[in-house]
């Protein structure tokens, strides 16, 4: 894991976002794995200010609510047009959003699976985290082996996402998510995560041991894993002024 903490959101954005820059540049035809919420919005508007060339790229959403229509504008379909896609030069064709309204869902979800193969795997997956360490959806217990599938949210996440929606009754119970086994074999994972309220989680999934209480901890099994982290969510890391000496003295090939 290659922990980088930056002074604040911004800072940390704009790391993760030349990431993804000299990714799409060096591979115009690169697949990413993309996640909703309020963490990748500033991400996603420094995407656009970069103006790159999304004719080539293929993307993957992590997570869907299930029943809610594809036009509420909480569905992460409306979040991705509002906040990404109708802003850049992708093609309709290679956006795919898992279907939160399909009549059968262990069906769409096998396809789903099928679908990230056929475009030879994701290359990039973007990841932020709940305040109880899920990636995606995949909330504490789910197998760290788990596929595309549906998944019930915690009362801590629909409390979460109640600010979304104006009342924890409106947050719908069921998502429809990648698994934890479906984001361990992206090529790279690329995990932010800002504010306070985040700095157990992150602090577990870094410096913890690899438990599906905390489903991003299995990240320490990932080859190429980057977190870029605000102080606020670094502030509980133990080792942090190791990761900061690190990431200053990172050869010059290292760099991006
Ligand atoms: C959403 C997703 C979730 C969120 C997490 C944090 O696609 O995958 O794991 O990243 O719930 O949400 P925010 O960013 O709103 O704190």
Redesign the pocket.
């Known amino acids: 894991m290659e922990i980088i903490i930056q002074p604040t959101a911004e800072a940390a954005t704009s790391v993760a976002a030349r990431i993804i820059a000299r990714l799409l540049r060096e591979q115009p035809n690169a697949v990413l794995g993309?996640?909703?919420?309020?963490?990748?919005?500033l991400l996603y508007r420094e995407l656009i200010a970069l103006k790159l060339d999304w004719r080539k790229v293929t993307t993957f959403?992590?997570?869907e609510y299930v029943g809610l229509p594809p036009e509420h504008p909480q569905s992460?379909h409306s979040f991705m047009w509002e906040n990404l896609f109708r802003h850049i030069n992708i093609s309709k064709q290679n956006i795919h959003i898992p279907d939160g309204n399909t009549k059968d869902i262990p069906k769409f979800c096998a396809k789903y699976e099928n679908q990230i193969q056929a475009a030879g795997g994701v290359d990039l997956q973007v990841?932020?985290?709940?305040?109880d360490g899920?990636?995606?959806?995949?909330e504490p217990t789910s197998s760290l082996a788990s596929r595309t599938r549906i998944k019930t949210l915690t009362p801590q996440?629909r409390k979460?996402?109640a600010r979304?929606f104006g009342s924890e009754d409106a947050v719908p119970h069921h998502v429809i998510?990648m698994g934890i086994g479906t984001i361990m074999e992206a090529r790279q994972n690329l995990l932010?995560?800002?504010?306070q309220?985040?700095a157990k989680a992150i602090a577990e999934a870094v410096e913890g041991p690899i438990t599906a209480i905390n489903p991003a901890s299995i990240l320490q099994m990932h080859p190429v894993t980057k977190l870029c982290l605000d102080e606020g969510a670094a502030s509980r890391l133990k080792r942090a002024d190791y990761y900061r000496w690190v990431f200053d003295n990172k050869p010059g090939w290292q760099r991006w």
Do not use: R
């Open positions: 993309l996640a909703t919420g309020s963490t990748p919005v959403n992590l997570d992460y990841l932020g985290i709940g305040t899920h990636i995606g959806f995949n996440t979460d996402n979304f998510t932010l995560a800002f504010g309220g985040k």
